[in-house]
């Protein structure tokens, strides 16, 4: 199984600031990695696929990037309504395997 | 524009078996290199892949849950479904059902849309 490991567990940042949340995979994912924002009592939504493509009406604000085992997802010009815990997930595997990481906390000050 | 919502019990009995269902409506589940997924999340914590079913029926399950968990899909009806048996408390989360594309060198497998989600509770 591929662990995924998210960084900071919370992140605290002021409106209009950029934010940077990091996952790494123990073991190589390509860019099989997706990004989703869970706002409190809502269900996931998909933020990024395949490391970087935003995902329909995803704002610019998202961007993602990065290759293997380690990724980046920057939220640029935070705005309070991008308070919620970020989870990264993996499909690399076939047949599928599909993990996702503990989650990033981001809080806007 | 594409929705699942699940449906089911909100309080299983523990040893008891869980049930599901995720009503597809929007969409075909028949629809070709989509897979259909159940994912749950205890309270507080994150998210943990349960299992699929493919547009042609076949399932794929999470090795740590394989030996209680049956996913299957109802094409006529256009609903998938999950069971898992032998339920413990551990087993109490929100349910959620969502959508994937998928299969060998796809390269694909992002969750793009998702129920609302049901909180199970296992409690006698």
């Known amino acids: 199984e591929i662990v995924m490991t998210q960084s900071p567990a919370t992140l605290s940042v002021s409106p209009g600031q950029r934010a940077t949340l990091s996952c790494r995979a123990s073991?190589?994912?390509?860019?099989?990695l997706a990004w989703f924002q869970q706002r409190p009592g809502q269900a996931p939504r998909l933020l990024i696929y395949?490391?970087?493509t935003r995902a329909t009406g995803i704002p610019a604000r998202f961007s993602g990037s990065g290759f293997g085992t380690e990724f980046t997802l920057v939220i640029s010009t935070l705005q309070s309504e991008d308070s919620a815990i970020y989870y990264c997930?993996?499909?690399?595997?076939?047949?599928?395997?599909?993990?996702f990481g503990q989650g990033t906390k981001l809080e806007i000050k | 524009q594409l929705q699942l919502q699940e449906s089911g019990p909100g309080l299983v009995k523990p040893s008891e078996t869980l049930s599901l269902t995720c009503t597809v409506s929007?969409?075909?589940?028949?629809?070709?290199?989509?897979?259909w997924g159940w994912i749950r999340q205890a309270p507080g914590k994150g998210l943990e892949w349960i299992g699929s079913?493919?547009?042609?029926?076949?399932?794929y399950y999470n090795p740590s849950l394989k030996s209680r968990v049956t996913i299957s899909s109802d094409t006529s009806e256009n609903h998938f479904s999950l069971t898992l048996s032998s339920v413990t408390a551990t087993d109490t989360s929100v349910y959620y059902c969502?959508?994937?594309?998928?299969?060998?060198?796809?390269?694909?497998?992002?969750?793009?849309?998702w129920g609302q989600g049901t909180l199970v509770t296992v409690s006698s």
């Open positions: 969502a959508r994937h594309p998928g299969g060998y060198g796809s390269g694909k497998g992002e969750f793009d849309y």
């Open positions: 929007g969409g075909s589940i028949s629809t070709r290199n989509y897979f």
């Open positions: 079913v493919s547009y042609s029926g076949g399932a």
């Open positions: 073991q190589s994912v390509s860019t099989n």
């Open positions: 395949g490391a970087s």
């Open positions: 997930q993996q499909y690399n595997d076939w047949p599928p395997l599909y993990t």
